[in-house]
C-alpha cells in the first residue's frame, strides 16, 4: 500500500473515535472487547473504526495465545508521523512526515528478557527522568517554533502589504505570493498548487521580472 496522504488522513483521524482508538493503542496494544468497554462503545462500531484504521495501515491486527481459550486478536499501532498546520491572517501550510524511528536505546525489550532483569525499579525511574528531560527538550523546541513563527508573520504582513501597492494584477500577486512562501518552485508545481496553466505561470513571471519584482533567490 501507498504511503497515506493527508487528506485522507486527515479524513480518518478527524473521527474523534478513532483518535480515542489511536490514543488507547499507543499505550498499550487491546483487543476489541477492551477497547469497547474502555470507550463505552459498542465492539461492533469499535470494529468498524479498526477495520478503517487498518486499511490506512494505522494499526494492524495479531494474534496472540490466551490461557482461557483460542487465541485472540490484538490491535496494535504501527505508523510514526508528524502533522503540521500552521494558519494566521498571513499563512496557511500543511506538512504530513513519516518519520523511521532509529532505536537509540540498545537492548532488547520484550517481556522475557524484563522478568530476567535486575533492578527493574531503578531502570523504570532512568527512563521516566529521560522522558522528562525529552518533554522539556520539546517544550523549548515548541516555544522558539512560535517566536520564529510570528517573526514570519509580522515578515509576511509587511510584504504582502508591499505586494499589493505594487502589483495591481491579481494573478502576479499570487505568483508574487507563492514565491514568497514555497520551497519547491518548479513552473509544474506552481502550476498544479495557483491553477494555472503552465504558459499562464510563465507569462506572469517574465512580467514580474520586466518590472523588476522577481528578485527572490532561493
Known amino acids: 500500500m501507498?504511503?497515506?496522504?493527508l487528506d485522507t488522513l486527515l479524513a480518518i483521524?478527524?473521527?474523534p473515535t478513532r483518535r480515542s482508538i489511536l490514543r488507547k493503542l499507543v499505550k498499550e496494544d487491546h483487543y476489541p472487547l477492551q477497547l469497547s468497554k474502555e470507550l463505552s462503545i459498542s465492539q461492533?462500531?469499535?470494529m468498524k473504526h479498526l477495520q478503517v484504521l487498518e486499511e490506512a495501515e494505522l494499526v494492524k491486527s495479531i494474534f496472540r495465545k490466551s490461557d482461557s481459550g483460542p487465541p485472540r486478536k490484538f490491535y496494535v499501532a504501527t505508523q510514526s508521523l508528524t502533522i503540521v498546520i500552521d494558519m494566521s491572517p498571513e499563512q496557511f501550510s500543511e506538512d504530513l512526515r513519516f518519520h523511521e524511528i532509529e532505536q537509540v536505546i540498545k537492548g532488547e525489550a520484550d517481556s522475557q528478557t524484563l522478568r530476567n532483569a535486575e533492578?527493574?525499579?531503578?531502570?523504570?525511574t532512568e527512563f521516566m527522568g529521560m522522558i522528562a528531560t525529552v518533554n522539556k527538550e520539546l517544550g523549548a523546541i515548541a516555544?522558539?517554533?512560535d517566536e520564529l513563527l510570528a517573526r514570519k508573520e509580522d515578515a509576511l504582513r509587511y510584504a504582502n502589504n508591499i505586494i499589493n501597492t505594487l502589483c495591481q494584477d491579481y494573478e502576479q500577486r499570487k505568483v508574487l505570493r507563492y514565491?514568497?512562501?514555497e520551497n519547491?518552485?518548479?513552473l509544474a508545481s506552481m502550476s498544479e498548487r495557483l491553477n494555472m496553466r503552465e504558459s499562464e505561470v510563465e507569462t506572469v513571471l517574465r512580467n514580474l521580472e520586466k518590472h523588476g519584482l522577481l528578485m527572490i533567490n532561493k
Open 184 to 186: 519547491d518552485l518548479s
Open 2 to 5: 501507498e504511503q497515506i496522504d
Open 143 to 145: 516555544k522558539e517554533r
Open 119 to 124: 533492578n527493574l525499579r531503578v531502570k523504570l
Open 44 to 46: 461492533q462500531s469499535i
Open 179 to 181: 514565491l514568497i512562501n
Open 13 to 15: 483521524i478527524g473521527n
